[in-house]
């Protein structure tokens, strides 16, 4: 089994940035792909970004693209040491829990992975 542990949320005014961490601690070996999913009310949950154990970026969203970035804490370190999500330019619609998941390697839905965080909140004021 693998436990996720998220921080960095909080209340930002749009234009503003935030950083996400996320840490994995368990059976870290079967990780071979990291992402950030998020889920504002009432909408389902959807991908952002996903970063392979490789350090190649899978999968990022459109609406992401340019603003928000996927990486890794150390490039010596394995990727569940820690994995940052950087997210500039805020914008309301950005609001959202943000969710840490862990899969396979080849992960990029959200079915494909089997681990997930609690969650932090993002909170994008106008």
């Known amino acids: 089994h693998v436990q996720l542990v998220e921080s960095g949320g909080g209340s930002v005014q749009a234009g503003g940035s935030l950083r996400l961490s996320c840490t994995a601690s368990?059976?870290?070996?079967?990780?071979?792909?990291m992402a950030w999913f998020r889920q504002a009310p009432g909408k389902e949950r959807e991908g952002v970004a996903v970063?392979?154990?490789?350090?190649?970026?899978?999968?990022?969203?459109?609406s992401m693209k340019g603003r928000f970035t996927i990486s890794k804490g150390d490039a010596k370190m394995p990727l569940y040491s820690m994995m940052y999500l950087q997210m500039d330019s805020l914008k309301p619609e950005d609001t959202a829990m943000y969710y840490c998941?862990?899969?396979?390697?080849?992960?990029?839905?959200?079915?494909?992975?089997?681990?997930w965080g609690q969650g932090t909140q993002v909170t994008v004021s106008s």
């Open positions: 368990g059976d870290t070996e079967s990780i071979g792909s």
């Open positions: 970063l392979s154990s490789n350090n190649r970026i899978t999968f990022i969203a459109d």
């Open positions: 998941a862990a899969g396979c390697e080849r992960a990029t839905m959200t079915s494909d992975f089997s681990y």
